[in-house]
């Protein structure tokens, strides 16, 4: 006997766009299903304010095709088909990228005086869209997310076969990059200063203060405070702070910690960070970030305070941290949760009763991501640079948190100021690239009166084995050879020595050039992996002839 076939359930409640095909082999949605009987869309609960998006007004309006098809296709996102799309992202497809598109649309149906069907949204349509984005009251960097909440439902309905998709060549139906350099015009947020970050503090231990009262009240504003305060130490985005579940404190190997454990929506995986005690002066040396014990009592307090209220939260607010009871208006009594929204008001509130104000006496701007980058370069200036620490803290790859969390200190805008000093002297004496003299490990600025040069008249340091160490000193790519050349020369000293004299006077420099010389170029981009490997196999087999070991029996006349 065969085995059964199974035949697969269908779900009818998942939206389907009902259509047929005409002769040419276009979609033609089937007139009787337009417009459906319900056109608003429900959201549901989100992290924004909207619940709802009405499709009435793109009726009778010249394109029901295509506004029927949207509408659609935004149920089946919200009915988790296609692809895995929070309800936020999909507010965010009907408030800033379709509005905008249909808008655009009905104007291309008036113009060309008819119906547009399915089949027009095609290359011409979207280079008519984009051209009207440049004409709305918004910058580039608007357009770019406008058109970036557009695509997805488009590009959902032609992978569907609804609307004729070209993936590639000059007609595909969508360009390749419509912004160019656009990344270059955003202007991402700053972090605070040392005298903003001390005012920005001040401001918060004396608004938290109540919470700690037997009779605290529980106000959105007292919330917030509290949630600004986990940010600034914590580091953490605003939608994970926001739905901070009550199992967020978790056990830590380590007496006195706790991990702090929130959900990161977009990346479908939580992040930690350790909170526990130590001294001000204690240095971070862990590959997450450590606040003090106050933070994690901080956390536990707002819990106690708000753990009566989670028996009356609705269904999908049961089990957060941030809760409190409606004191006024339509919803008076009901329990409800900390939003966005509401963040950003008590925000300002604080702002505005501590007169905190920025370097030009203007209002302090104060949000989740400038607090976040304000927590970045605190975590980097504490390690002393290391990078893969910070990075590592911010649950971010190296690269992005080089780029994007770590602003240059005052000591690197000096430098580079001094820098740009000297090129202007240099071309206006026309001596550019007279500074750095040509050296057997690279380039030095002051061969005579350097940090470890002799310092007097006529002479020339010679001091080699300090050059990794000295302010003066500089490699390009094309020193890269004599830089390994002294490098194995180095390591063959610890067969000619004492072990723990090589420990003690030549270990350090392998470990500098390894390190910081080459580590550090390769990050910046200004050696490339193929050239240092290259330099560092030629130096092993062939040596610069400087440093061979025929030439210089001991480096001790260089010490």
Not at 155 to 181: E, K, M, Y
Not at 209 to 237: M, Q, S
Not at 524 to 537: M, P
């Amino acid at each position: 006997m065969g085995k059964r076939k199974v035949f697969a359930k269908t779900d009818l409640s998942v939206p389907q766009i009902e259509h047929s095909h005409d002769t040419a082999g276009n979609v033609v949605i089937l007139p009787e299903t337009i417009p459906p009987a319900k056109t608003t869309v429900e959201f549901g609960r989100n992290t924004t304010n909207l619940r709802k998006f009405d499709f009435t007004r793109w009726y009778d309006a010249g394109i029901d095709p295509i506004t029927y098809a949207c509408q659609r296709q935004i149920e089946r996102f919200l009915a988790n088909q296609d692809n895995a799309i929070t309800s936020t992202t999909v507010t965010g497809y009907c408030t800033s990228g379709l509005r905008h598109f249909l808008d655009c649309c009905v104007l291309r149906a008036t113009a060309l005086g008819r119906e547009l069907a399915l089949a027009d949204v095609n290359r011409d349509l979207i280079d008519g869209y984009l051209n009207h984005l440049t004409r709305l009251d918004v910058a580039t960097c608007g357009q770019r997310a406008i058109y970036t909440h557009t695509k997805p439902v488009l590009l959902a309905l032609g992978q569907r076969g609804l609307i004729p998709l070209v993936t590639s060549g000059d007609a595909a139906t969508f360009p390749t990059n419509p912004f160019p350099n656009s990344n270059r015009k955003a202007k991402g947020e700053t972090a605070l200063s040392k005298r903003e970050r001390q005012a920005f503090t001040v401001a918060l231990r004396q608004a938290i203060k109540p919470i700690w009262a037997d009779d605290a009240p529980l106000t959105p504003d007292l919330l917030a405070c509290a949630l600004l305060v986990v940010a600034l130490h914590t580091g953490r985005n605003t939608t994970p702070l926001l739905e901070m579940g009550r199992n967020c404190l978790r056990p830590h190997p380590k007496d006195n910690t706790m991990f702090l454990v929130l959900w990161k929506r977009r990346g479908y995986t939580s992040s930690k960070v350790a909170l526990r005690a130590e001294p001000d002066t204690e240095r971070i040396l862990e590959s997450t970030p450590t606040v003090r014990t106050n933070v994690e009592r901080l956390i536990r307090r707002v819990m106690s305070l708000t753990e009566p209220l989670d028996t009356e939260a609705p269904d999908d607010l049961r089990g957060r941290v941030w809760l409190y009871r409606i004191r006024g208006g339509p919803g008076v009594g009901r329990v409800t949760v900390l939003s966005a929204a509401m963040l950003v008001q008590a925000t300002s509130r604080l702002v505005a009763e501590h007169g905190l104000t920025d370097s030009d006496g203007q209002p302090l701007r104060i949000n989740v991501s400038r607090l976040r980058k304000t927590f970045a370069n605190r975590i980097f200036e504490l390690t002393d640079g290391d990078l893969a620490t910070t990075a590592a803290a911010l649950g971010n790859s190296q690269q992005v948190a080089d780029q994007h969390y770590l602003a240059p200190s005052e000591a690197v805008r000096r430098n580079w100021r001094f820098m740009g000093e000297i090129l202007v002297q240099e071309l206006l004496t026309r001596t550019i690239g007279a500074t750095y003299k040509d050296t057997p490990l690279g380039h030095c600025a002051d061969s005579a009166y350097g940090q470890y040069a002799p310092k007097f008249e006529g002479a020339t340091c010679m001091n080699f084995m300090n050059c990794v160490r000295c302010k003066h000193y500089a490699v390009t790519a094309e020193d890269l050879y004599k830089l390994f050349s002294f490098y194995f020369r180095v390591l063959a000293e610890r067969s000619r020595m004492d072990k723990r004299r090589w420990a003690r006077e030549y270990a350090h420099i392998p470990r500098l050039i390894d390190h910081y010389i080459v580590a550090e170029g390769l990050r910046r981009g200004t050696f490339k992996t193929a050239a240092v490997e290259a330099a560092r196999e030629r130096a092993r087999t062939q040596p610069h002839p400087f440093w061979s070991v025929d030439l210089i029996d001991s480096l001790e006349v260089f010490a």
